[in-house]
């Protein structure tokens, strides 16, 4: 639940951040199909039909942390490659 979460917050905040880009969409388009995806695993999860092991439960408690520790981190990324695709539209 937690990797949803993370994932949601940095989601709403590069669009906040970078709503006038024009490959936002994009990146929306790849965040919903990931979110769905998650979303999935998640109510197997809590339905018992995945079952997981403390070594699994473990890794996402690791990639929620991984997530939302370097939120600024991947808020640059994610600028850098919008406007890498600006600048590659203009030339």
């Known amino acids: 639940m937690?990797?949803?979460v993370a994932?949601?917050?940095?989601?709403?905040?590069?669009?906040?951040?970078?709503?006038?880009?024009k490959r936002m969409g994009?990146?929306?388009?790849?965040?919903t199909i990931i979110?769905?995806?998650?979303?999935?695993?998640i109510s197997s999860v809590f339905t018992e039909k995945i079952m997981l092991n403390n070594r699994s439960m473990d890794m996402l408690t690791l990639v929620t942390l991984l997530i939302s520790?370097?939120?600024?981190?991947?808020?640059?990324?994610?600028?850098?490659?919008?406007?890498?695709t600006e600048e590659d539209r203009t030339k």
Request: with cysteine.
């Open 35 to 41: 979110g769905i995806v998650l979303v999935g695993f």
């Open 69 to 84: 520790l370097s939120h600024s981190l991947y808020l640059d990324i994610v600028g850098m490659i919008l406007t890498k």
């Open 2 to 4: 937690g990797v949803l």
């Open 7 to 21: 994932a949601g917050d940095l989601l709403v905040e590069c669009c906040s951040r970078y709503y006038k880009r």
């Open 26 to 31: 994009l990146l929306l388009l790849a965040a």
